[in-house]
């Protein structure tokens, strides 16, 4: 096992994507704090990574969108051995705009947009007086998929919304901490076997083991690796499966000449 790098916070632990980076984390020496909703679930993982890394591992069973949960989260990702955070805990609530109940439509708000916000400001201050860091936003390809009608996509117009912020957000804030020792990313997964689409997020899915959503999707090992490729290379949006990293670029580019035009005004 590699020297122990210091502490790696993963939200949304209990499975999929949070649970298998927790897992690279760990074999990499970090020690972790994972947090979720489901208590065995996280109990489980905890005592695995002991087992087969040696590491430390702390749980946190909380509700991002429950405030005095996300309060103990952020007291505790502004602790002074945060080197990594992992923003993974979402929801989708998935369905017709005009339909969506309210109480679940708060839910993802909370959860996808001020808990990423809440938690990325309690890291980074630590992370920039220790000079380093690395953090790390799940967003969604979805957050590209505005325009795009529903069916064979979901109706999400606030779940593609919130997802639309954490890329803004994060490309945002690796703009002004350019020039830092921290690395900053947001990671746009397409569909991903996980059991994410199981849920709509009112209750997390049963059970103590992971299950695989109908759709299928990319694994989540290579949706990890090309996370851990793009922090290696500095980029700061990755898209897994994207072959052609210039139409991120584009996205630049376009935004430049947005601004330009309305700068100058019609004559």
Not at 83 to 98: R, S
Not at 209 to 230: K, T
Request: a negative charge; aromatic letters at 4%; glycine letters at 12%.
């Amino acid at each position: 096992m590699s020297t122990r790098r210091g502490t790696a916070l993963v939200t949304g632990a209990s499975s999929g994507i949070g649970a298998a980076y927790a897992e690279r984390l760990a074999a990499q020496g970090w020690d972790t704090v994972l947090v979720a909703r489901r208590a065995q679930r996280l109990d489980d993982l905890a005592r695995r990574l002991r087992e087969e890394t040696g590491t430390g591992v702390e749980t946190l069973v909380a509700d991002l969108s429950a405030p005095d949960d996300l309060a103990r989260v952020v007291g505790r990702a502004a602790g002074d051995d945060i080197g990594f955070l992992l923003n993974n805990a979402g929801i989708n609530g998935y369905g017709p705009f005009a339909a969506l109940e309210p109480d679940l439509l708060a839910k993802v708000l909370h959860v996808n947009v001020l808990a990423v916000t809440a938690l990325t400001r309690a890291a980074v201050p630590g992370m920039l007086a220790r000079g380093a860091g690395t953090v790390v936003n799940v967003a969604s390809q979805l957050a590209f998929a505005g325009s795009l009608p529903p069916h064979p996509l979901p109706e999400r117009a606030v779940y593609g919304g919130t997802k639309g912020y954490v890329v803004t957000f994060t490309r945002t804030l690796a703009a002004e901490l350019a020039g830092t020792p921290l690395r900053i990313q947001v990671l746009c997964p397409g569909l991903t076997a996980t059991e994410f689409h199981r849920s709509r997020g009112h209750e997390p899915v049963p059970g103590r083991d992971q299950a695989v959503h109908d759709e299928g999707g990319m694994p989540v090992d290579q949706v990890l690796d090309a996370s851990l490729a793009a922090l290696d290379a500095g980029r700061v949006v990755c898209v897994p499966g994207l072959d052609d990293p210039s139409l991120i670029d584009g996205l630049a580019a376009a935004e430049g000449a947005i601004r330009a035009v309305a700068r100058r005004g019609t004559n």
